[in-house]
């Protein structure tokens, strides 16, 4: 937004104004001086030198003076510049205003000085404009600070993004990568660690408490959102803490996610990945839950080679893929009840709100199409097996009614 320029103060007040432009020098290092004893920020380590200070002082000083005066046209080039630099060097926004305000300060002490007294009409005329002035720049140079500092805090997250990202790389060639990585992110170099896969949307934001809650546990964690899902490394104290951490993602988290088994050093860390991955992927689509690498064994291996899965499951449960859908779906979740309630019939019709006849009909209806018994141990385990592939591995490939 262009900001409209001041009028300029009457022909007298402004050659009043006009005899200051041979001091700017002078003024400049009279104002250093007291910006650097009324603020101490100024003269820690890592903010402005004395040099950036004293530029930035004389730049601004020339630039009010020359409005008041009417030998320069309005600019608030100078503020900005000033707002920019002190939100890069960190010092705070509460100085720079001040140091506005001893500027101020300081070009109306040296009116007065060189006026006709108080009652000087041209002082009253130029008290308003130069206030206003002051004004202006000090609002200007805190919006140029803001803007900066979004800047520099997008920038920021960028760096740590891609920080966090390099963690779950291969780095078996070059060790000490990821150590320098983890220190950097204020990570312990060894420890209990676990990866974290949430299988979620790309543009689905990551629960929010989620890192708090982790953190209440002494849990130190980060996250990269992936294409397909959210990675996280989690360090601990002890193993006991990531078995906690595990129900807490649980209760926070609505998709599947995996977690690894706990490993102690960093370069572990793609192994970790790699489990956590699978172990997400071997919850049912659409059930929510987190399941720790090696407590699902079948659903493991059925995603680890999911074109077997697949056709086991195909040449299994065939005949009853194959019926209408209603049909196909009342069999196939009586079996799943089957296995899910340890292969009670009585349990199942609870479960599913119908007959014992009914659970024993369609489970004899399975046994007629597919040739195998829920009864036989090894016929029972094919069923098992073929029943998982299919739930975890045709999602969108089979189940159209």
Same mark, same amino acid.
């Given at each position: /937004? ?8 009457? &022909?007298?007040? =402004? ?48 630039? !009010? ?14 503020? #900005? ?19 506005? @305000? ?12 060189? =006026? ?5 009409? #041209? ?26 500092? !979004? ?10 993004? @891609? ?8 780095? %078996?060639?070059?060790?000490? @990568?990821?150590?320098?990585?983890? #220190?950097?992110?204020?990570? &312990? ?45 989690? %360090?601990?104290?002890? &193993? ?24 102690? *050093? =960093? ?12 172990? *997400? ?5 659409? !059930? ?21 899965? #697949? ?14 859908? &209603? ?24 479960? /599913? ?5 009914? !659970?024993?009909?369609?489970? @004899? ?23 998982? *592939?299919?739930?975890?591995? =045709? ?5 159209? %009614?």
């Amino acid at each position: /937004m262009t900001t409209p320029a001041p009028v300029t103060p009457a &022909p007298e007040a =402004s050659a009043l104004a006009g005899r200051l432009s041979d001091a700017i020098e002078v003024l400049t290092d009279i104002l250093v001086g007291r910006i650097a004893a009324a603020d101490p920020s100024y003269g820690e380590a890592g903010l402005l030198t004395e040099d950036q200070l004293a530029h930035t002082c004389r730049e601004n000083l020339a630039s !009010v003076i020359g409005a008041l005066a009417g030998t320069h046209p309005f600019r608030l080039q100078p503020a #900005r510049a000033a707002g920019r630099l002190k939100a890069e060097q960190g010092v705070p926004i509460a100085a720079l205003l001040h140091a506005y @305000r001893l500027g101020g300060r300081l070009i109306w002490e040296e009116l007065t000085a060189r =006026s006709n007294g108080p009652g000087d009409p #041209r002082l009253h005329d130029l008290a308003t404009h130069l206030w206003e002035l002051i004004d202006l720049y000090s609002d200007a140079a805190v919006e140029a600070y803001r803007d900066t500092e !979004v800047l520099l805090a997008h920038s920021d997250a960028q760096i740590q993004s @891609r920080l966090i990202r390099t963690l779950f790389d291969d780095h %078996s060639g070059n060790p000490a @990568r990821v150590l320098d990585v983890l #220190r950097t992110l204020g990570f &312990p170099e060894r420890g209990a660690f676990a990866v974290v896969a949430i299988d979620t949307e790309p543009t689905a934001p990551l629960p929010a408490k989620l890192s708090a809650a982790l953190d209440g546990l002494g849990i130190r964690s980060v996250w990269d959102a992936q294409i397909d899902a959210y990675i996280g490394l989690l %360090s601990a104290a002890s &193993p006991a803490a990531i078995d906690r951490a595990a129900a807490t993602i649980s209760s926070v988290v609505a998709d599947r996610v995996g977690i690894s088994t706990v490993f102690w *050093a =960093s370069q572990a860390i793609p192994a970790g990945l790699a489990e956590a991955r699978l172990a *997400a992927r071997s919850v049912r689509t659409g !059930v929510a839950g987190a399941v720790r690498f090696g407590a699902e064994p079948v659903g493991h291996l059925l995603i680890a080679v999911p074109e077997a899965g #697949r056709r086991a499951a195909a040449q299994i449960l065939g005949p009853v893929l194959e019926l209408p859908g &209603p049909e196909r779906d009342d069999l196939i979740a009586a079996l799943d009840a089957w296995y899910r309630c340890g292969g009670s019939a009585a349990a199942v019709a609870e479960t /599913m709100h119908c007959h014992r006849n009914t !659970v024993r009909y369609r489970l @004899r209806k399975i046994r007629d199409l597919t040739g195998r018994d829920t009864t036989d141990p090894r016929q029972s385990a094919e069923l098992y097996l073929a029943l998982e *592939a299919w739930s975890l591995l =045709s999602a969108g490939t089979g189940r159209e %009614s």
